[in-house]
């Protein structure tokens, strides 16, 4: 158990549905990092916060939004969902100047 | 801007025989660098990190990578493969004086023969 919680653990959902992918970071992190794991880009950044406020997006698109919350959990939402939105969705926590710790992700399937 | 390129997709070793996973990598600042490993539909764990102390640091179940300025490398070593060291391997890269944010490559399928 690396620490970080990420649920669920697998989603199956129709093309145009909206899911929501929830990440608990580990105890005392601030910073929660999103990443997309498909076959064809590979491992790509989507958005960071850091207590609560964001701090930096990568390739996120404009159908995907995230947020922390004040318990520093964060969700990621994924709106309008096509086929090649299916991927594995990564959350990361990382405390400054440490390394940064994985959860075991989400695998989303769009059908 | 920061990037790295992992020059091998695919490396396969017979058990018991050394491990080299390269890396190059590009940063415009003092870059910290980390190797992660991911086995199959697991998620990525950290085996070591890179940031500007030691160049050659040590990490988890014997693996070691050198940080070579002068050729803008951080190659990943193990003396000798086990079964279980076969999985995916990515160098990553990061800038910590900017947005703190993880550059992958695009990994490295290590295939160990018995």
């Known amino acids: 158990d690396s620490g970080v919680t990420q649920t669920p653990k697998h989603l199956i959902t129709a093309t145009g549905q909206r899911v929501t992918l929830r990440c608990s970071p580990r105890?005392?992190?601030?910073?929660v990092y999103w990443y997309q794991q498909s076959l064809d880009q590979g491992l790509q950044f989507l958005i960071q916060?850091?207590?609560?406020?964001?701090?930096a997006k990568g390739n996120i698109l404009e159908r995907f939004s995230a947020q922390q919350f004040p318990d520093l959990h964060s969700e990621l939402n994924l709106s309008s969902l096509e086929l090649g939105d299916s991927a594995l969705y990564f959350c990361?926590?990382?405390?400054?100047?440490?390394?940064?710790?994985f959860g075991s992700g989400t695998r989303l399937t769009v059908v | 801007a920061q990037s790295v390129t992992q020059l091998d997709s695919h490396v396969s070793v017979s058990e018991g025989t050394p491990v080299l996973l390269r890396c190059n990598y590009s940063?415009?600042?003092?870059?910290?660098l980390f190797w992660y490993v991911q086995h199959p539909n697991k998620g990525l764990q950290l085996l070591l990190k890179?940031?500007?102390?030691?160049?050659l640091v040590k990490g988890i179940n014997g693996f070691e990578a050198e940080f070579k300025k002068s050729e803008t490398s951080f190659h990943l070593t193990k003396p000798s493969a086990h079964m279980s060291d076969a999985a995916e391997y990515f160098c990553?890269?990061?800038?910590?004086?900017?947005?703190?944010?993880?550059?992958f490559g695009t990994g490295t399928r290590l295939t160990v023969i018995p």
């Open positions: 990361a926590s990382s405390a400054r100047g440490e390394g940064y710790t």
């Open positions: 105890s005392g992190d601030l910073s």
């Open positions: 916060y850091y207590n609560g406020e964001e701090r």
């Open positions: 940063s415009s600042y003092s870059p910290s």
């Open positions: 890179y940031t500007s102390a030691a160049t």
């Open positions: 990553v890269v990061t800038d910590l004086t900017g947005a703190n944010n993880l550059f």
